[in-house]
């Protein structure tokens, strides 16, 4: 999971947190959440996630995160 907790002017923090542990029982086994520290992070967080072998990241955050995320995905 990446999350950007400041998207929606850091609303997306206090939703994440309400939904996490639902989230955890939905996806089940194993998983990893990776917050964002600045603009461009997440495409980062993606590439890094892929090379080591990860096939589903699950992207909290607004359309910057989301576009950063799928473009993480497509340059890898």
């Known amino acids: 999971m990446i999350v950007n ?3 929606g002017g850091g609303t997306m923090h206090n ?3 309400r939904v996490e542990h639902q989230l955890g029982d939905a996806i089940g086994g194993s998983y990893e959440v990776h ?10 967080l993606v590439r890094a996630a892929l090379e080591e072998g990860a096939t589903q990241i699950l ?15 497509l340059d890898s």
């Open 5 to 7: 907790e400041r998207a």
């Open 15 to 17: 939703a994440f947190r």
């Open 35 to 44: 917050f964002t520290e600045a603009r461009g992070h997440a495409s980062s």
């Open 59 to 73: 992207v909290a955050g607004g359309d910057g995160t989301v576009s950063e995320a799928a473009n993480g995905w």
